[in-house]
């Protein structure tokens, strides 16, 4: 049994103060729901005051990025090592928007994912097609590069801290999202991938989450789905009421 994640990406949004209001209105709306493992994603700076609002509730911290290297002369970045200090127990790695703005490629997601593992975090591992890529066919080449390139050196054990997010590129901030069938589709082609890697015990244990224009009106139909576990929610996750309709889908 797969137990859903549903996943807040706060991106760069947030200050201190508007940080702690949304996490002070959220937790009292998802404070009973034991079903979901609720994620929410803040920028570094406000990790530690959020982890301080969270203690005693269900949600679980995650890192939008994190570098391979456990301390040393990288100015600027931030290592899984520290995000565990700072509360982390999870971290997003590849998001598209990483890919496209600041170069992440297949192998820089490889050693970040090998490097969080390392550390003990939980790894949400972001792939997905742009609208060209869809568009010219490619969408399940794309996917299955990803994988291999993201999942290359891991065993099926660290497989099991491994939550991966399909997000198709034209999906995320557009609020396109992908009909429940193309997701779906998307996802199975992903579960059938892992299981040529890893087998079928490993693909069947799998948690795969849509991302792209996730909203409270939507998320049902997502979850419906065979293969979809749960979400990775942007611009939803902005606003306490939105996130809590979609982590509470199951009523
Ligand atoms: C995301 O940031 O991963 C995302 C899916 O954003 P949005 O829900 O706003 O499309």
Redesign the pocket.
């Known amino acids: 049994m797969r137990k859903p994640v549903i996943a807040g990406?706060w991106?760069l949004y947030k200050t201190s103060s508007e940080a702690l209001e949304l996490i002070t209105s959220l937790k009292p709306m998802v404070e009973n729901n034991k079903s979901v493992e609720i994620v929410v994603a803040p920028v570094f700076t406000v990790i530690g005051s959020v982890k301080h609002a969270v203690t005693g509730s269900p949600i679980n911290l995650a890192a939008q990025d994190c570098f391979w290297e456990e301390e040393g002369a990288f100015t600027g970045e931030v290592s899984p090592k520290m995000l565990i200090d700072a509360g982390c127990s999870h971290v997003?790695i590849g998001?598209?928007?990483r890919r496209q703005y600041f170069g992440e490629t297949d192998t820089t997601v490889n050693r970040k994912i090998k490097a969080a593992l390392g550390a003990g975090l939980t790894v949400l591992f972001?792939i997905g097609e742009t609208l060209a890529e869809r568009d010219g066919d490619q969408t399940l080449d794309v996917l299955k590069t990803q994988l291999c390139g993201g999942l290359s050196g891991l065993s099926a054990d660290h497989l099991a801290s491994i939550v991966i997010?399909y997000?198709p590129v034209w999906?995320?901030?557009?609020g396109k999202t992908a009909t429940d069938e193309q997701a779906q589709d998307a996802h199975s082609f992903i579960r059938g991938v892992v299981g040529g890697l890893y087998g079928p015990t490993t693909a069947d244990a799998m948690r795969i989450l849509y991302?792209?224009?996730?909203?409270p009106d939507n998320i049902k139909g997502l979850m419906a789905q065979p293969d979809i576990d749960g979400a990775?929610?942007?611009?939803?996750?902005l606003k306490a009421d939105s996130f809590a309709a979609i982590a509470n889908y199951g009523g």
Not at 171 to 174: D, L, P, S
Not at 211 to 215: N, Q
Not at 232 to 237: C, E, F, K, N, Y
Request: charged content about 15%.
């Open positions: 990406n991106k997003i998001h598209s928007e972001c997010a997000e999906a995320i901030g557009t991302g792209g224009s996730v909203k990775l929610v942007g611009g939803a996750s």
